[in-house]
Nanobody, 122 residues
Framework: QVQLVESGGGSVQAGGSLTLSCESS?????MGWFRQAPGKKREGVAH?????????YSDSVKGRFAISQDTAKKNKVYLQMNDLKPEDTAMYYC?????????????????WGQGTQVTVSA
């Protein structure tokens, strides 16, 4: 069973930045992030192909967030979040899967982390 360990959440004011990290216990084809705000469905944020480097972002974070892969550890990814907005407040979940698709679908990800809270105040 693949295990994912997330870190880096916290509280920040609007316009600020945070970096999340996620390390997997085994190599998978895709790794990325979803988020879920209270009362809302879990939505995709960004994910990448760990082999070929393809990346997919949701429209809501394009230009503000950047996902990257650790240069030494292919099973570790980061999410650099800049210009954070109150609407980015959510629990952020690391996800990993055995396929990469240019879409955000929970069904493409078999492994999930416990989540890390990101809170952005106005």
């Amino acid at each position: 069973q693949v295990q994912l360990v997330e870190s880096g959440g916290g509280s920040v004011q609007a316009g600020g930045s945070l970096t999340l990290s996620c390390e997997s216990s085994a190599q998978t084809v895709s790794m990325g992030w979803f988020r879920q705000a209270p009362g809302k469905k879990r939505e995709g944020v960004a994910h990448l192909d760990t082999v070929y480097g393809y990346i997919y972002y949701s429209d809501s974070v394009k230009g503000r967030f950047a996902i990257s892969q650790d240069t030494a550890k292919k099973n570790k990814v980061y999410l650099q979040m800049n210009d954070l907005k109150p609407e980015d407040t959510a629990m952020y979940y690391c996800a990993a899967g055995d396929t990469f698709m240019f879409r955000h679908s929970k069904a493409d990800f078999s492994y999930w982390g416990q989540g890390t809270q990101v809170t952005v105040s106005a």
